[in-house]
């Protein structure tokens, strides 16, 4: 069942406002709810619950505690699975067989993983002799950071909230969280989970809204919330860094990407397909990690290019209800005309178009929907804007090339640095090309393989900072040095 009314989530009670939006299914893009907005008073109220629930029964709680509320609340979602796969599918349209295998359990998993993490942190120690030709000794001792805002995209909505909200509270934090506007289902619903296994109020908040002049904008720039963790878009990182400064508040961005994929002459093809349909078009393209630039060694670049092409037209574009549809639609009607201009441009660029290019068929009501089609180009120079900009669909241009050294220049030749992926079976080669890619992640032979213990983050326009395991740590508390003189 679909609530049609999503509200804001403020110090464990749900709020409704004044001012409401709508929110609509991609399949069709019908209404199917209304979303209560948070003004700044709501996000005040939200921001106060948080810091207060830092002085409660959460500030004071021991650590095994707080393990076993996260633990909970892993059953919990779980419990409650089909809900959460229902509200993930209205809001962004994608298929049940995708989000019941990443988005949710993912989600649900973010929680379990920072338990253990933080259950299994050791800390640094110190001894040190003194001028009188004694001893004091130093530990490193970790606090909470505080109220931590968390802004959301909608691409992976539940997976990549939880992605941040876990870590902050197992290092002890109170989070108020703004999703997206498009997607702000999940972030509501998991309040009633917070509710059901017991962690306070305050802990956990959720403001729904905008960016600019609306709640996005008010949580970032709320002098009472201690840091700042943000995923999207290059630009919009850029503003909220500008409104961490203020303050001079931590800030963990991750953003945009233009991610290469480098197929070598040498590579298992077959997996070098098949990991690269899946880069491209895994969530209808909608993956910050995916690829939109293809580089193929020239021997096998025409069989490279069939075969992908064969793959592209045998997706499954359908419901997220449609067991065999592994294609859904784009999150929003904003974003298909993004998506459907950079398809124009790349014919006006003078792209030869291998499959795709624009809107497929579907029946009835499904034709109001935000559906594209999975799309390929040939034939462009570097320099086309199809090859620089991040356009965040199902779509990719492959260029052939004939060597390392200038592979790696292409492919490094970005103001995006995100990730890559590399198929080669060439062992030095893929230790080489690996580490010389200017990226937060190099995968080889493999695309979209997370252990979370490792870290994650952009270089260059990519982003700044990195989560996961420690780094997580290292961003969600405030380390201290306690020295004592013995
Ligand atoms: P977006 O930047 O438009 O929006 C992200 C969030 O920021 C939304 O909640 C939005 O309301 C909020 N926001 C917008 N303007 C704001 C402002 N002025 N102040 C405060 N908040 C504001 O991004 P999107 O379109 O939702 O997501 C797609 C983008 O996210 C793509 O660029 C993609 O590459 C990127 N992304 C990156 C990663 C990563 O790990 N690096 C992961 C997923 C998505």
Sequence with gaps: ?????????????????????????????????????????????????????????????????????????????????????????????????????????????????????????????????????????????????????????????????????????????TVVVKPSEDTPRTAALLGEVMNKVGIPKGVYNVVNGFGANSAGAFLTAHPD?????????????????????????PVSLEMGGKNAAIVFADCDFDKAIEGTLRSVFLNCGQVCLGTERVYVERPIFDKFVAALKAGAEGMKIGVPDDPA???????????????????????????TLVTGGGVPDMPGELADGCWVQPTIWTGLPETARVIKEEIFGPCCHIAPFDAEDEVLEKANDNKYGLACAIWTQDVSR?????????????????????????????????????????????????LKNVCIKL
């Design 1 to 173: 069942m679909i609530a049609d009314k999503i509200l804001n989530f403020i110090d464990g009670a749900y709020v409704a406002t004044d001012k409401w939006y709508e929110n609509r299914n991609p399949i069709n893009n019908k209404v199917i709810g209304m979303v209560a907005e948070a003004g700044e008073k709501e996000v005040d109220a939200a921001v106060k619950a948080a810091k207060a629930a830092l002085k409660g029964p959460w500030g004071s709680m021991s650590l095994q505690k707080r393990i076993e509320l996260l633990e909970a609340l892993v059953v919990e979602i779980n419990n409650r699975f089909d809900d959460f796969l229902e509200a993930e599918c209205a809001d962004t349209g994608k298929p049940k067989s995708m989000a019941s295998h990443v988005d949710i359990p993912r989600g649900a998993a973010n929680f379990k993983v920072f338990a253990d993490m933080v259950k299994n942190v050791p800390t640094e120690f110190f001894e040190m002799t003194t001028p009188d030709g004694g001893k004091a000794i130093n530990y490193g001792y970790r606090r909470p950071v505080g109220v931590v805002g968390v802004i959301c995209p909608w691409n992976l909505p539940l997976l990549l909230m939880t992605w941040k909200v876990g870590p902050a509270l197992a290092c002890g934090n």
């Design 225 to 249: 919330v201690d840091a700042l963790t943000f995923t999207g878009e290059t630009r919009t990182g850029e503003v909220i860094m500008k409104s961490a400064a203020n303050g001079s508040r």
């Design 325 to 351: 549809a592994n294609f859904g639609p784009l999150v929003s009607k904003k974003h298909q005309e993004k998506v459907l201009s950079y398809y124009k441009v790349a014919v006006e660029e003078g792209a």
């Design 430 to 478: 893929a230790h080489r090309v690996a580490q010389k890619m200017e990226v937060g992640i190099s995968w080889v032979n493999s695309w979209f393989l997370r252990d979370l213990r490792t870290p994650f983050g952009g270089s260059k326009q990519s982003g700044i900072g990195r989560e996961g395991g420690v780094h997580s740590l290292e961003f969600y508390t405030d």
